[in-house]
């Protein structure tokens, strides 16, 4: 493509976001550039003394149906279209009295923003925009010698290119704005095909596609060697995409995704809880009076994966927590909301990257979870089932007490956001010992019980913390070793989906260790 594109001469701006608008007309307009508008864009440029002609008046076709047809004309759209350079494009263009259109600004009605304010869908529908999408296609298609611009964050660099190319835009430049359009564009699609597959009560529609706005380009996605990026999907979910940073160095892509996964550990308890993340699983989570007894509990369970991990509260961190939490060293932290205390204890630590998010996320709502595979996706409900004590199944001789009872609760909440294979040992509303990730429920099952010898050989306890503990399983056990394993370990009771063909044999084993064991008829595999 050759770039001899002459100066911008006749401009159409229609934007339902109206930020740096009038300073960008008031630049369009010293640089000779006719502006064409209607509505409310019109409006808050003619209050600011700019000379602006209604798009009426341009196509000589009056708005009809309530705003729904204006833009949708020839004499628009030929303006848009038309290749500067081909004859007979020219000769259409003079014949029917067309006059070229250099630059489109639009970013379209606020159909995303009228949704999350629980809009009816009258109004909803009504903020379906149609003739702005069809001029952002047409300008990105035509961008050989349109300017096409989307969003209040390029008129800087329009202005820039403006004046350093005597009032025209570089192809480089329509080219980057080009694709920023579709994507736009695709996204807007997205959200209405999304909406309407809510509406319809269909979540799982013949086509389902994904969009994101970038929030931030990363150094690098969980290797050196690869690149990465954080894209927001615009949902209102507080955490780590909604959260403001306090302060700290920039968030990395492990960070992020370790961060994500505690906040909604940590969003499971109505109790002052405690999650200590590394690696996107838990290393000790607790419950506590206060957050700072909730943290020494969590801390206990594995002192030394806790070291350079992720903490998530669920309520205002303050400042007794934070002071236990600046004796080791901690990537991030996030909370609800952090007093200015804290805040004040937390900026001696200046690489400490500090969340606060103003909210906690529901741990029942439902939503979407997506994996990529090779050529793919797969596209699940978020894992929002939660057992309470009327779920449990009692299957053993000895019935759990009462303390048990809120002990195997707490664990099994845990067990749901640790990688399958899962094994979680708790005691008193805190993690003693966890198994994540093996091949095998037994190996699991063993591997929590030698972590929790080894945190109680750091604690200087005279025994393994596992000691009179309770123990969950995300999945049934398939055989008798893996609960075998657990009371060996000390384990006094058990909780698990069941289901098992096998489950009789594990209830007898049980039996014949005097454990208790429940059975919840719900598994949490986390892959």
């Given at each position: 493509?050759?770039?001899?594109s002459?100066?911008?001469?006749?401009?159409?701006?229609?934007?339902?976001?109206?930020?740096?608008?009038?300073?960008?007309?008031?630049?369009?307009?010293?640089?000779?550039?006719?502006?064409?508008?209607?509505?409310?864009?019109?409006?808050?440029?003619c209050?600011?003394?700019?000379?602006?002609?209604?798009?009426?008046d341009?196509?000589?076709?009056?708005?009809?149906?309530?705003?729904r047809?204006?833009?949708?004309?020839?004499?628009?759209?030929?303006?848009?279209?038309?290749?500067?350079?081909?004859?007979?494009?020219?000769?259409?263009?003079?014949?029917?009295?067309?006059?070229?259109?250099?630059?489109?600004?639009?970013n379209?009605?606020?159909?995303?923003?009228?949704?999350?304010?629980?809009?009816?869908?009258?109004?909803?529908?009504?903020?379906?925009?149609?003739?702005?999408?069809?001029?952002?296609?047409?300008?990105?298609?035509?961008h050989?010698?349109?300017?096409?611009?989307?969003?209040?964050?390029?008129?800087?660099?329009?202005t820039?290119?403006?004046?350093?190319?005597?009032?025209?835009?570089?192809?480089?430049?329509?080219?980057?704005?080009?694709?920023?359009?579709?994507?736009?564009?695709a996204?807007?699609?997205?959200?209405?095909?999304?909406?309407?597959?809510?509406?319809?009560?269909?979540?799982?529609?013949r086509?389902?596609?994904?969009?994101?706005?970038?929030?931030?380009?990363?150094?690098?996605?969980?290797?050196?060697?690869?690149?990465?990026?954080?894209?927001?999907?615009?949902?209102?979910?507080?955490?780590?995409?909604?959260?403001?940073?306090i302060?700290?160095?920039?968030?990395?892509?492990?960070n992020?995704?370790?961060?994500?996964?505690?906040?909604?550990l940590?969003?499971?308890?109505?109790?002052?809880?405690?999650?200590?993340?590394?690696?996107?699983?838990p290393?000790?989570?607790?419950?506590?009076?206060?957050?700072?007894?909730?943290?020494?509990?969590?801390l206990?369970?594995?002192?030394v994966?806790?070291?350079?991990?992720?903490?998530?509260?669920?309520?205002?961190?303050?400042?007794?927590a934070?002071a236990?939490?600046?004796e080791?060293?901690l990537?991030?932290?996030?909370?609800?909301?952090?007093?200015?205390?804290?805040?004040?204890?937390?900026?001696?630590?200046?690489?400490l990257?500090?969340?606060?998010?103003?909210?906690?996320?529901d741990?029942?709502a439902?939503?979407?979870?997506?994996?990529?595979?090779?050529?793919?996706?797969?596209?699940?409900?978020?894992?929002?089932?939660?057992?309470?004590?009327?779920?449990?199944?009692?299957?053993?001789?000895?019935?759990?007490?009462?303390?048990?009872?809120?002990d195997?609760?707490?664990?099994?909440?845990?067990?749901?956001?640790v990688?399958?294979?899962?094994?979680?040992?708790?005691?008193?509303?805190?993690?003693?010992?966890?198994?994540?990730?093996?091949?095998?429920?037994?190996?699991?099952s063993?591997?929590?019980?030698r972590?929790?010898?080894?945190?109680?050989?750091?604690?200087?306890?005279?025994?393994?913390?596992?000691?009179?503990?309770?123990?969950?399983?995300?999945?049934?056990?398939?055989?008798?070793?893996?609960?075998?394993?657990?009371?060996?370990?000390g384990?006094?009771?058990v909780?698990?989906?069941?289901?098992?063909?096998?489950?009789?044999?594990?209830?007898?084993?049980?039996d014949?260790?005097?454990?208790?064991?429940?059975?919840?008829?719900?598994?949490?595999?986390?892959?």
């Amino acid at each position: 493509m050759t770039d001899n594109s002459p100066a911008i001469r006749r401009a159409l701006i229609s934007v339902s976001d109206k930020s740096g608008l009038v300073e960008f007309a008031t630049f369009l307009a010293g640089q000779g550039v006719e502006l064409l508008s209607t509505g409310g864009t019109a409006k808050a440029m003619c209050d600011a003394g700019l000379d602006v002609k209604d798009v009426a008046d341009h196509t000589g076709f009056p708005e009809m149906m309530d705003g729904r047809v204006k833009t949708l004309h020839p004499t628009v759209h030929g303006g848009i279209l038309a290749r500067r350079g081909d004859a007979g494009h020219l000769a259409a263009m003079e014949e029917h009295d067309i006059a070229p259109i250099d630059l489109i600004v639009v970013n379209l009605y606020p159909f995303e923003a009228t949704v999350a304010a629980g809009a009816d869908y009258e109004t909803c529908v009504e903020n379906i925009d149609i003739g702005g999408p069809a001029m952002i296609r047409s300008a990105a298609k035509n961008h050989e010698s349109v300017t096409i611009v989307t969003d209040a964050q390029d008129y800087a660099a329009v202005t820039d290119d403006m004046k350093a190319n005597d009032g025209a835009t570089s192809v480089d430049l329509r080219r980057r704005l080009a694709g920023t359009a579709y994507a736009r564009t695709a996204a807007y699609d997205v959200a209405i095909g999304r909406w309407f597959s809510e509406q319809n009560e269909d979540p799982f529609p013949r086509r389902f596609s994904l969009s994101g706005t970038r929030v931030q380009s990363l150094r690098y996605g969980e290797n050196p060697h690869q690149n990465a990026a954080f894209y927001a999907t615009g949902d209102n979910r507080p955490g780590v995409a909604t959260a403001t940073q306090i302060q700290g160095k920039e968030l990395s892509y492990n960070n992020l995704n370790d961060t994500d996964a505690a906040f909604e550990l940590a969003a499971e308890f109505a109790s002052p809880a405690m999650a200590i993340i590394k690696h996107a699983n838990p290393c000790g989570v607790a419950l506590g009076d206060t957050l700072a007894d909730a943290y020494a509990k969590a801390l206990q369970c594995d002192p030394v994966s806790a070291f350079g991990g992720i903490i998530a509260v669920n309520r205002a961190l303050d400042a007794d927590a934070a002071a236990a939490m600046k004796e080791i060293f901690l990537e991030v932290v996030i909370a609800p909301e952090i007093t200015a205390e804290a805040k004040e204890i937390f900026s001696a630590k200046k690489n400490l990257r500090v969340l606060e998010t103003g909210g906690m996320p529901d741990p029942t709502a439902q939503g979407l979870m997506t994996k990529l595979l090779s050529c793919g996706f797969l596209l699940q409900d978020r894992d929002s089932g939660r057992i309470g004590r009327d779920d449990l199944k009692i299957v053993t001789k000895r019935e759990p007490t009462e303390q048990e009872i809120s002990d195997l609760l707490f664990a099994f909440s845990v067990c749901k956001h640790v990688k399958s294979n899962a094994i979680v040992y708790a005691k008193g509303g805190a993690t003693v010992g966890i198994g994540a990730g093996q091949m095998s429920r037994v190996d699991s099952s063993r591997i929590a019980a030698r972590k929790s010898e080894d945190a109680a050989e750091t604690a200087g306890a005279s025994e393994p913390l596992v000691k009179g503990s309770v123990v969950a399983s995300d999945a049934f056990f398939p055989f008798a070793d893996g609960l075998l394993a657990a009371a060996d370990a000390g384990a006094t009771a058990v909780i698990q989906p069941g289901g098992s063909i096998r489950d009789e044999e594990v209830i007898a084993a049980a039996d014949d260790a005097g454990l208790a064991m429940v059975f919840t008829g719900m598994r949490h595999f986390r892959h």
